[in-house]
């Protein structure tokens, strides 16, 4: 097993091995990784994609907010070299259905910008948008033979990933 984490500009890379103190080194990288802005998800992808070498899984996991096509062109691109590409899009429950009401402040994560919004005015059309999107990411993933799951904040990533990698492991071969 190998990881690539990016933050911010620099990218970090450990390539696939075995062993007890490989899955060490993995395992304290993980720990030490803090979220931040967005990422180059293409860059990321792409870079990934060229430093195995040979087939090897990827797991890309986001919220893909990012810039749609590129992301699905290098996904697609990698799953083409013979790589088992997986898109694990994660989003918080409060993305997928806006629990709010009357009119509230959301500020982006990402970039800090807050807007004023009227939920009840807003809800129709946003859940028509989010809907879209997932779909849009889903239907990509599946035509461009790229694996799809859809995961939850709310539920830990620890958990989520084990109970897709299992479930997947259940699946028959293609």
Not at 58 to 86: N, P, T
Not at 105 to 112: A, P
């Amino acid at each position: 097993v190998g990881l690539m984490t990016t933050e911010g500009e620099k990218l970090t890379y450990i390539a696939p091995r075995g062993g007890r103190v490989h899955l060490r080194a993995l395992i304290a990288r993980i720990d030490r990784l803090v979220a931040s802005d967005g990422w180059d998800g293409p860059q990321a992808l792409a870079r990934g994609a060229q430093l195995l070498q040979r087939r090897g899984v990827i797991l890309a996991v986001s919220d893909f907010y990012d810039d749609e096509e590129q992301m699905r062109r290098e996904m697609r691109r990698a799953a083409q070299r013979g790589h088992d590409v997986a898109m694990l899009q994660i989003m918080a429950d409060e993305e997928l259905a806006l629990p709010f009401s009357g009119h509230v402040e959301l500020e982006d994560l990402e970039t800090g910008a807050i807007r004023l919004v009227d939920v009840q005015g807003a809800a129709g059309a946003y859940e028509t948008a989010v809907r879209s999107f997932l779909d849009r990411c889903r239907a990509g993933a599946l035509r461009d033979g790229v694996d799809y799951a859809l995961f939850s904040t709310s539920t830990p990533l620890e958990v989520a990933l084990r109970a897709y990698l299992l479930e997947r492991a259940a699946r028959p071969p293609l």
